[in-house]
C-alpha cells in the first residue's frame, strides 16, 4: 500500500499492466454490470447541465430512461450510480459497429460539452472507496477486461501509468508525483 495525503493506493496500481483493447471487448464494461457507473454526487448537476447535448449521442431508449428517470440511480448500497437500460446497459451507451462507447464522452470529444465523463468511468478498472478519514484506491478486476490485462503485459503498461490523466484529473498532478515517486522508491 502507498499512503499519499487522504489516499490509501493498492500496490495493484504499479504491479498490474494493463491497456484497454476495445478490439477484443467492444466496450463491454459499459453493457454488462449490476449497477451503474458510480457518480460523484457534484457530477449529477453537471451531467443534467450537459444532457441536451448528449443526447444525440445516446440510444432511444437510453434517452427514455434518462428523460422518465433522470440522469442518476441509485444501486443496491445507495450511491448514486448512472441509470441503465433494462437493468444492464449504462443509459448513456452508444454504439459504432459492435463497439459501445460513451455518448459523454463523445459529445465531449466532438467539444460540444467540457465534461468528460463519470470519472469512475475514466478510472476504470480502478475503483475509489470513500471512507471517513480516507480514500481506498484499488484495482477492479473484472473477467471482461482479460485482454486488457493480456494487452498491458504485452506492451508493459503498468496501471498508474495507464490511468495517468484520470488519476491526475481525480487528485491533481502533485500527487501523481508523489505517486509516481513512491513507485520509483519501491522498486
Known amino acids: 500500500m502507498i499512503s499519499i495525503e487522504n489516499t490509501l493506493i493498492s500496490d495493484d496500481l504499479c504491479d498490474v499492466c494493463f491497456a484497454c483493447d476495445l478490439d477484443a471487448c467492444h466496450g463491454h464494461c459499459c453493457v ?4 451503474g457507473a458510480p457518480l460523484e454526487e457534484e457530477e449529477i448537476p453537471i451531467l443534467e447541465d450537459c444532457l441536451e447535448h448528449v443526447k444525440p449521442y445516446m440510444l432511444p431508449e437510453g434517452i427514455a430512461v434518462v428523460e422518465q428517470n433522470g440522469v442518476f440511480d441509485y444501486d443496491a448500497a445507495g450511491n448514486f450510480v448512472t ?5 444492464v446497459a449504462c443509459a448513456f451507451i452508444c ?13 465531449f470529444r466532438d467539444k460540444k460539452i ?52 484520470p488519476l491526475i484529473r481525480k487528485y491533481g498532478e502533485d500527487w501523481y508525483r508523489q505517486l509516481v515517486e513512491s513507485i520509483e522508491e519501491k522498486n
Open 32 to 35: 454488462e454490470g449490476d449497477a
Open 95 to 107: 454504439y459504432e459497429g459492435e463497439m459501445a462507447f460513451c455518448a459523454i464522452e463523445k459529445a
Open 114 to 165: 467540457t465534461y468528460q465523463k463519470p470519472i469512475s468511468c475514466h478510472l476504470y478498472p480502478v475503483r475509489i472507496s470513500d471512507y471517513r478519514t480516507f480514500e481506498a484506491v484499488n484495482y477492479h478486476k473484472w473477467h471482461l477486461c482479460k485482454p486488457a490485462l493480456a494487452k498491458g503485459k504485452v506492451h508493459n503498461v503498468p496501471l498508474y501509468v495507464f490511468l495517468k490523466e
Open 83 to 87: 441509470p441503465l437500460i433494462n437493468g
